[in-house]
């Protein structure tokens, strides 16, 4: 019977549950599934589960026997243990028991009486929604750990107790029964989602316990602890990993990336040292850190760091497109006959691409000081993790720390043993993955941030979107700061690019607005962080046509947010109108006509608006407006209100730019016509700089002429865009990023003609990298003018 191993030895690692290659599993529900093969597939799921679900009740009442007689003993005169201590160490325990014993009774006769009429769906939920007791369990389980520890060793009889009733390794037991429960059902609840019909009452109730189930275990990842594992120095003296992870540092002026080990009274920063082939892996250590000693660096105080060396977004941009079309040549190579040797060299490409990335992209200082020494500086790509590593710290500094001055010989032993004390054993990138497809979701995700509660005090509010891709999170979208108030309504809707993502991260920022603080580099963040959270993007809860609400609870603040997510391959239509009233979605030269115009009224607006007041803004063009503004503008150039000169210069200016980027992305076809894109991708390949120049002038003087003159006036105002590049920080190449899929993308009538594409990172890095390409070769041509290029006609023939 499946799930019916019970042992406490399981990884405290929580997570969605895996395959056998390590990828997060999600159930696909049978389309044409036989009515009598997924009703015993099912019945043996729940079986299963029934059985093991027995055995856990029997283990809850044993770990339940030892604290009734030291409650009996509690109020006599010689009391094993005081009231208070067994309410630590038993917390919610004999709730958990009644939860599950309740749930096991409703079960039992569900499946002693089987047929398809038979739900279970609403038991599932239930036992999901009573979540908030193991929440308050995993709260209360470090001081339960503690207590418990002090306890056997100051009396004797607490200990005999303990091992009387089997308990010798109670504190484990307190902590990984209960949790490893919730991972348990959340296994079972992919397997009945299985065997489960759509059409099927149970379907919709399956679901949403997996969704509470997931964000459950989501969320108190962040918060337990790796199980930690102690070190004896030559001294005798116990020494327990708490943290460990990769981290970029700043050394001679140059990137490295470092494992670092956090330990319960030292930082240790670490590196793999080179071996010999079937040689054991060693750690060398590059500097360690008494945690008496360690301060955190304000930017005020690091004259003596080095500065941070931050490569053009371009270049980080052009490494995403070569892994991605890395990936798919993989794909395509598993399965020809004998591509596997090719396999292992493309992994291998891969993931030396994928390390450079983790290590020039991540550009938010993480500042560290010795008090009696050197400081230090990592770079991290989230302030997610930043935070996590200050506050791991943090906690330790509060207990009575003696600083530590270890001798060769402990260090030696020390970072020997880092080698098996480790939790994180791979740099995070796809290619360690033995997956045989790319896990996460590609695509867009749209979230709307409604509100947030629980603030004590009146405070300027607003929160940051974090998502995963290529191995790290990075900061994707931010809220507007809403003034002096404990219960923020945000209402703004953003939509987030997904490159392989699995998680959303949310944090709940206070605005800071001391002058003397604001002055910082660009990526210094000095608000203060008041929560954050996290929920994982399952494709089975994310990939419905429906707005998902949800919240993500976070040191007592609540924040509530509705998701849905567009797969790249739906998004990347080009879907016409169907009214030709509008302009968006709407054929160009319908629209020109209509206007008696030579470029659509929207995109002379915008380009004015921006150049007006958006031409300084960092990151135009390629930070996110709200979605909602975004809407709004569309909606008033669709019906061509008389207040949209009013509307332009009150919105913000990202909205306006995001608006000009929607009109060229819903155009039915692209401003470069699908009858040229493979014109435009020869030309763009040809090595001969004369043979280029003919062919491109040529293939601009081929395009309809409200496409060509809309296509020279957005290339002259880019370039006015990029002339501010030391303010705006968009370079040519950033901008032909943004702009070239755009302009160039078929239409997938056109472009899937004869084709088979396999995934959906196919889709995207097909053609992307030339598209960019085409678009830069305009951007950096002299200028061109629409009455020059009417009137000089090459002598030489391009079939278009």
């Known amino acids: 019977m499946p799930y019916i191993d019970e042992s406490p030895t399981m990884s405290p690692q929580l997570c969605a549950p895996q395959g056998p290659d390590g990828e997060t599993v999600s159930p696909t529900p049978p389309e ?76 039992l006769p569900n499946i002693q009486q089987w047929d398809e009429k038979v739900t279970v769906g609403h038991l599932f939920q239930k036992l999901a929604s009573q979540l908030g007791v193991y929440k308050a369990f995993v709260d209360n389980y470090k001081v339960a750990l503690e207590t418990a520890e002090k306890c056997s060793q100051a009396n004797s009889q607490f200990q005999k107790i303990s091992e009387v009733n089997s308990c010798s390794s109670l504190p484990a037991a307190l902590l990984y029964k209960p949790i490893d429960r919730v991972t348990r059902s959340t296994l079972v609840l992919h397997d009945l989602l299985k065997h489960t019909p759509k059409d099927h009452p149970d379907f919709p109730l399956l679901q949403d316990a997996l969704r509470i189930s997931q964000n459950f275990l989501s969320s108190i990842n962040e918060e337990i602890d790796p199980r930690r594992t102690a070190v004896t120095t030559p001294k005798g003296e116990a020494r327990q990993l708490v943290k460990d992870g990769f981290l970029v540092e700043v050394s001679e002026s140059s990137r490295k990336l470092r494992h670092v080990f956090l330990f319960t009274d030292l930082l240790l920063c670490a590196k793999m040292k080179k071996t010999a082939v079937g040689r054991h892996q060693q750690y060398e250590c590059k500097w360690y850190i008494p945690l008496a000693d360690l301060t955190f660096q304000t930017l005020e105080d690091s004259d003596s760091c080095p500065s941070i060396q931050v490569l053009p977004e371009h270049e980080l941009e052009e490494m995403k497109i070569k892994i991605s079309v890395l990936k798919s040549e993989i794909q395509k190579e598993k399965k020809a006959p004998k591509g596997q040797s090719r396999v292992e060299r ?18 938010i200082p993480f500042r560290i000081h010795n008090k009696h020494g050197k400081s230090y500086l990592f770079l991290l790509s989230s302030d997610y993790e930043r935070s996590e590593w200050r506050e791991s710290i943090q906690k330790l500094q509060k207990k009575d720390l003696q600083a530590c001055v270890l001798s060769s010989v402990e260090l030696q032993v020390l970072t ?98 001391d002058k003397s603080m604001l002055n910082k580099d660009d990526n210094e963040i000095v608000d203060k962080i008041m929560g954050k959270g996290q929920v994982q993007l399952d494709p089975q809860t994310v990939q419905s046509k429906n707005w998902h609400m949800d919240v993500i609870e976070m040191n007592g603040i609540k924040v509530e947010f509705s998701m849905k997510f567009t797969s790249r391959d739906l998004s990347l239509k080009r879907t016409p109108s169907k009214k030709q009233s509008g302009v968006f979605g709407v054929k160009i030269n319908v629209v020109t006509k209509r206007e008696r115009s030579k470029v659509p009224y929207i995109v002379r607006q915008c380009i004015e608006e921006v150049e007006k007041r958006g031409i300084d803004e960092v990151g135009i063009y390629r930070i996110s407006g709200v979605a909602t503004d975004i809407q709004a503008l569309k909606a008033a150039f669709d019906t061509n209100t008389k207040d949209i000169l009013v509307m332009l210069s009150d919105m913000d200016i990202n909205a306006i730019a995001g608006t000009l980027k929607l009109y060229f992305r819903e155009l039915p076809e692209p401003l470069l016509t699908d009858r040229l894109y493979p014109a435009f991708m020869e030309g763009i390949a040809l090595s001969d700089p004369a043979a280029k120049e003919n062919c491109m002038m040529h293939l601009l003087r081929s395009l309809p002429d409200p496409n060509l003159m809309t296509f020279l006036t957005l290339l002259e105002h880019l370039k006015r865009v990029a002339e501010k590049e030391p303010i705006n920080k968009m370079s040519l190449h950033n901008l032909a990023t943004v702009f070239g899929p755009t302009l160039l993308r078929p239409s997938e009538s056109e472009h899937t003609k004869g084709q088979h594409i396999t995934s959906a990172s196919d889709i995207w890095s097909h053609d992307v990298m030339a598209q960019v390409q085409v678009l830069l070769y305009y951007l950096q041509h002299p200028p061109i003018s629409f009455a020059e290029l009417k009137r000089n006609t090459l002598y030489f023939s391009t079939d278009v």
């Open 32 to 107: 044409g599934l036989l009515p009598g093969k997924g009703l015993e597939m099912k019945k043996l799921v729940l079986s299963g589960f029934l059985a093991s679900e027995e055995i856990y009740i029997n283990q809850l009442e044993a770990l339940l026997l030892p604290m009734r007689p030291l409650k009996a003993t509690a109020t006599t005169s010689q009391p094993v243990l005081t009231i208070q201590q067994i309410e630590t160490i038993f917390y919610k325990i004999q709730d958990i028991f009644e939860i599950h014993k309740e749930f096991y009774d409703a079960l």
């Open 346 to 363: 493309l992994r291998k490409k891969m993931n030396e691409q994928e390390s450079w990335l983790l290590t020039h992209s991540p550009t």
């Open 416 to 513: 020997s043993s880092c080698f098996k004390l480790r939790t994180v054993h791979n740099i995070p990138v796809t290619s360690n993955k033995d997956d045989e497809e790319t896990p996460g979701l590609y695509g867009f995700l749209h979230v709307i941030v409604h509100s947030a509660k629980g603030f004590k005090e009146s405070a300027n509010l607003y929160c940051t979107l974090e998502v995963d891709s290529y191995g790290y999170f990075v900061s994707k979208a931010k809220t507007r700061v809403f003034r002096d108030t404990t219960e923020p309504q945000w209402n703004e809707e953003f939509e987030i690019e997904l490159e392989g993502s699995q998680h959303l991260r949310i944090l709940c920022y206070e605005k800071c607005y």
